[in-house]
């Protein structure tokens, strides 16, 4: 059905042009999904952060910083002689249009020295950085609620529990 430009045609069809402008400009390369933090207790001073990363282009997870860790470092779990140890990597490959799970027992964003215990329910703010084939660097900001200590798989600490979270992982 071609109606001729019809009004209210031309403003949906300029509403839509808008909006994919300004989605073009606002919403960058790099999304997070449901980031968040283990809560600590005590005299914990590191925890693990978690996330999905999504990108539509071919990036490197290469930096993250938090003003409650004075360190922050990108590591990933893996079993060493059955043992399950995390280390860290000096970056994570994210693909275009391939997420890239960052979870207990595998990667995972590491905050070190905390001042103070995370609780939950409070919100930790992070800054990751992306790298491109380029070699741009693009910074992402995100929020990520603090989930009880106990929450889904142990950071690797207790090798028991630390056992959930390898399940996906081939051991030899
Ligand atoms: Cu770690």
């Not at 282009?57 to 990108?74: G, I, N, Q």
């Not at 000096?90 to 995972?108: D, F, N, Q, R, T």
Request: with cysteine.
């Amino acid at each position: 059905m071609t109606r001729s430009n019809s009004p209210s045609r031309l403003a949906a069809r300029a509403i839509s042009f808008i909006l994919l402008f300004t989605s073009g400009l606002a919403c960058a390369q790099v999304t997070i999904a449901d980031p968040w933090v283990r809560g600590t207790v005590g005299g914990m001073r590191a925890t693990g952060a978690f996330m999905q990363i999504t990108s539509k282009t071919d990036v490197k997870l290469v930096a993250a910083a938090s003003p409650v860790a004075r360190t922050v470092e990108v590591h990933e779990m893996a079993v060493v002689d059955n043992v399950m140890r995390m280390r860290e990597v000096k970056s994570i490959a994210v693909e275009a249009g391939k997420p890239v799970m960052l979870e207990p027992g595998g990667y995972h964003v590491m905050l070190i020295g905390l001042d103070k215990p995370l609780t939950p329910g409070a919100s930790v703010p992070i800054t990751l950085t992306f790298e491109g084939r380029d070699g741009k660097r693009q910074q992402v900001q995100v929020k990520a609620e603090v989930r009880p200590l106990n929450a889904p798989a142990k950071d690797g600490a207790s090798a028991k529990s630390g056992a959930a979270g390898a399940h996906h992982m081939h051991s030899k």
